[in-house]
């Protein structure tokens, strides 16, 4: 191999190396997102579920109610 293709693949080599550690931080910033959707996601689950409980109470109180009179 001569010397101006070792060159050659030896910057191609560095620039595929760069690419990685790009792909890399992109990663874990991706993870990091994920995560954060994740658990927004059973934040709202839960205040979905609590809104749920409360509007089947009111309804259980109002059916209550009208048999009452």
Same mark, same amino acid.
Request: proline residues 0%.
């Given at each position: 191999?001569?010397?101006?293709?070792?060159?050659?693949?030896?910057?191609?080599?560095?620039? #595929? &190396? =760069?690419?990685? @550690?790009?792909?890399? %931080?992109?990663?874990?910033?991706?993870?990091?997102?994920? !995560?954060?959707?994740?658990?927004?996601?059973?934040? #709202? &689950? =839960?205040?979905? @579920?609590?809104?749920? %409980?409360?509007?089947?109470?009111?309804?259980?109180?109002? !059916?209550?109610?009208?048999?009452?009179?």
């Amino acid at each position: 191999m001569q010397e101006n293709e070792l060159q050659a693949l030896m910057g191609r080599f560095e620039l #595929l &190396i =760069e690419r990685v @550690e790009q792909l890399k %931080r992109q990663n874990a910033l991706l993870q990091a997102q994920e !995560k954060s959707w994740r658990e927004e996601r059973a934040h #709202l &689950i =839960e205040k979905n @579920e609590v809104a749920r %409980r409360k509007v089947e109470s009111m309804i259980l109180r109002l !059916k209550a109610l009208e048999q009452d009179s």
